[in-house]
């Protein structure tokens, strides 16, 4: 595609359910990086990926967050038995090459009730 | 110490004041740097990569790197009222297993009012 598409764009989820959030990157991008970005706050990085490897996870806030990339290509991030402080935008991002410019996605809006 | 901090804001100048934002860094091995602009409710936009010491302009915006005081700042001439906005500073991690890792300040909120 012609960007970075995240979906869904909003999700609505009750306390305790599973969640998946997907990002597709730009065609031949091998960098891809996930953040989270609660309301008024700066971007908080999770994890990213070079190619298919994670070569840094320490921005996972807990072992209920996971994410995995496959093909290259589409990334998931997986929230388990979600929390009211996980409601945030997560946002994508992929880049040509790392150290190069982020093209960022639109992000989903997740909100946890 | 925080990996990336930026000056707390937030900032207001009259519209065509030159805005000024800055950002320290921790990692001292690090060779990439970047200023994104968020506008409410967007993502993050590129507006300036710098790599080198020294100054790089494009347009109405410079960018300043310090390596040996782990420094860079933002300049923005004649700013315009669409210049109000988050910036936010980025720092490329250059150094261990960390490699890569694109680390973000907390953003300097801009307001340009006429």
């Known amino acids: 595609g012609a960007g970075v598409s995240q979906s869904p764009s909003n999700k609505v989820t009750e306390k305790g359910k599973d969640v998946e959030l997907r990002c597709d990157p730009i065609?031949?991008?091998?960098?891809l990086y996930w953040y989270r970005q609660r309301l008024g706050q700066g971007l908080e990085f999770l994890i990213y990926f070079q190619g298919n490897s994670a070569p840094d996870k320490s921005g996972l806030p807990s072992d209920r967050f996971s994410a995995e990339r496959t093909g290259e290509s589409v990334s998931t991030l997986t929230i388990q038995r979600t929390q009211q402080e996980d409601s945030a935008v997560y946002l994508c991002?992929?880049?040509?090459?790392?150290?190069?410019?982020?093209?960022f996605g639109s992000g989903t809006q997740l909100s946890v009730l | 110490q925080k990996e990336v901090e930026q000056n707390s804001g937030p900032l207001s100048v009259p519209e065509g004041a030159i805005a000024s934002l800055n950002c320290t860094y921790s990692?001292?091995?690090?060779?990439?740097f970047f200023w994104y602009r968020q506008y409410s409710g967007k993502s993050p936009e590129l507006i300036m990569s710098i790599y080198s010491n020294g100054d790089k302009e494009d347009g109405r915006f410079t960018a300043q790197l310090n390596k040996a005081s782990q420094y860079v700042s933002l300049l923005i001439r004649d700013s315009q009222p669409s210049d109000s906005a988050t910036y936010l500073c980025?720092?490329?991690?250059?150094?261990?297993?960390?490699?890569?890792?694109?680390?973000f300040g907390q953003g300097t909120i801009l307001t340009v009012h006429p």
């Open positions: 990692d001292r091995v690090s060779q990439s």
């Open positions: 991002a992929s880049s040509l090459r790392t150290g190069e410019k982020l093209f």
């Open positions: 980025a720092v490329i991690q250059a150094g261990g297993t960390s490699y890569g890792k694109l680390t």
């Open positions: 065609s031949g991008h091998t960098a």
